[in-house]
């Protein structure tokens, strides 16, 4: 089974990813390690640092989907996570993958975001791993790219947590449903 932990940024995919591969000792796979693996090796891999995650993203879905599907043949549990992964990509999976994939997307409601963006979501970005934080970075801007999200996954149908109120609570909730798919083997 393969859980993809994605959304948007600042969430705690990162962290949670963590959590889930140490709690049920599950293999766990960074997008971003990808990522830069790719551009450090080859600078002109189609992409730098600094895209847009849309960008980045659908350069490596491809190398992504063939890790899905590896995992998958091989019945490898794995967790891969990362800002990189959009619901619109599940779409050209074969239903028999698509059995053994579980996504996971996260992101902010707009009134998390108003209430908690300096104090809960910016003071935070770093608990997982050292990020650079874009000064230009606005809630305004912050709050379309949730709300983006959130409206792809319900045209979708695709299972999106949104942060509401109390992200320790919230987070336990994504944490449990993870869990309960890697203990049911579903």
Same mark, same amino acid.
């Given at each position: #089974?393969?859980? $993809? ?9 990162? !962290? ?8 049920? !000792? ?17 600078? !002109?891999? &189609? ?21 899905? #599907? ?7 549990? $794995?967790?891969?996570? &990362?800002?990189?992964?959009? /619901?619109?990509?599940?779409?050209? #999976? ?8 579980? /996504?996971?997307?996260?992101? @902010? ?6 209430? !908690?963006?300096?104090? &809960? ?17 606005? /809630? ?20 999106? @947590? ?8 919230? #987070? ?9 798919? $890697?203990?049911?083997?579903?």
């Amino acid at each position: #089974m393969v859980i $993809l932990i994605s959304g948007a940024s600042c969430t705690g995919k990162t !962290n949670l990813a963590k959590k889930v591969m140490e709690h049920h !000792n599950v293999n766990y796979y960074s997008i971003d390690h990808l990522k830069m693996g790719l551009y450090r090796g080859n600078p !002109n891999c &189609g992409f730098t640092p600094t895209d847009s995650n849309e960008h980045v993203g659908r350069i490596l879905w491809p190398v992504l989907r063939g890790i899905i #599907m590896t995992a998958v043949e091989n019945k490898q549990d $794995l967790i891969v996570e &990362g800002a990189y992964i959009f /619901p619109e990509y599940l779409i050209d #999976m074969d239903s028999l993958y698509l059995d053994e994939i579980h /996504p996971v997307f996260i992101c @902010f409601s707009k009134e998390y975001v108003e209430h !908690n963006y300096e104090s &809960g979501i910016i003071k935070y970005r770093h608990v997982a791993e050292e990020r650079a934080y874009e000064e230009d970075w606005a /809630p305004e801007v912050f709050i379309k790219d949730h709300e983006l999200l959130r409206g792809k996954c319900e045209k979708l149908g695709t299972k999106c @947590f949104q942060i509401k109120s109390d992200y320790e609570l919230e #987070m336990e909730t994504i944490f449990s449903f993870i869990s309960d798919k $890697l203990s049911q083997g579903v």
